[in-house]
């Protein structure tokens, strides 16, 4: 029997018909909707050649789109490398067998994980700037990468306690049996095969904090959203700007889904079998919370 149908029924014939039907009026909704976009777009005269002209010439791309290209993935690679520190100690933190140690940092990232990141982002830019701690054009910045670093921290470190519990049985033992103790064992055996089995995931949280660095915006981090308003407000061609940058968070964010769709497979046979399929879901919920 199948991990499917062990989580639910198999469909028959009439379901499998009933979902084949939503699945046609679904798309076909959803085509509605964009061709009803399009065609406002085109009558408001959005589609217009002077209206993309902007785009292909040089300084545009020199002084809007790639400074702000540029402080997008600065925030978020300073924030991916902070966030995986972070996940690394408190995921270890909450599977450590000291009482206290697993119940502080459980209480640190349930509390982290349920803040929502534009709200430590608004939090860190008001207390930065109040207390004159860094100069005020650094603010932003490291509001961003303290709120993205705390909230993506913490569900990187629900991965790392969920890839070390999905491993199979007898890890530690081994580890113990050879004569490491049972923290060397859970740093040298049982994390390492535990980040291995949770990279895709890890890959796909990275996507989140890419996207989430457009947060930024609200406390005026000159990002690539920020920038290309600027160049909307500029050129009069606001709507244009805004899909220019969206097919570039698009592209970006696409080739990291399928760097990490690509992992998945290579590490498939790695990780086949070992995890069973209702801790490999709780790692995916870890994961997209």
Do not use: C
Request: charged share 15%.
């Amino acid at each position: 029997m199948s991990a499917q149908q062990v989580l639910f029924d198999a469909p028959g014939p009439r379901a499998r018909r009933t979902i084949l039907i939503g699945n046609i009026v679904g798309v076909l909704i959803v085509l509605g909707i964009l061709a009803w976009v399009i065609s406002a777009l085109a009558d408001k005269g959005q589609f217009a050649a002077s209206m993309w002209t902007p785009f292909l010439e040089s300084r545009t791309w020199e002084f809007f789109i790639l400074p702000g290209l540029g402080n997008t993935l600065k925030a978020a690679g300073i924030a991916i490398v902070t966030s995986v520190a972070f996940g690394l100690v408190f995921g270890v933190g909450r599977l450590s067998h000291v009482a206290p140690i697993r119940w502080i940092a459980g209480v640190v990232v349930e509390f982290l994980r349920a803040v929502p990141v534009l709200l430590m982002m608004i939090f860190f830019w008001l207390a930065l700037g109040s207390s004159g701690a860094v100069k005020p054009q650094e603010a932003p910045l490291i509001a961003v990468i303290l709120a993205l670093t705390l909230y993506n921290g913490s569900v990187i470190a629900e991965l790392v306690r969920s890839g070390v519990y999905g491993l199979p049985r007898g890890q530690r033992e081994a580890g113990m049996a050879i004569g490491l103790t049972r923290n060397q064992s859970l740093r040298n055996i049982e994390v390492p095969q535990a980040l291995i089995a949770m990279l895709p995931a890890l890959v796909s949280q990275f996507v989140v904090i890419l996207k989430d660095s457009a947060l930024g915006f609200i406390i005026t981090y000159p990002e690539l959203l920020q920038y290309t308003r600027r160049l909307g407000v500029g050129e009069g061609n606001v709507i244009p700007s805004l899909l220019v940058a969206a097919a570039i968070f698009i592209a970006i964010n696409f080739a990291l889904s399928t760097l990490a769709t690509r992992l998945s497979v290579l590490l498939s046979f790695r990780t086949k079998g070992r995890r069973p399929a209702a801790q490999e879901a709780v790692a995916l919920d870890a994961a997209s919370t």
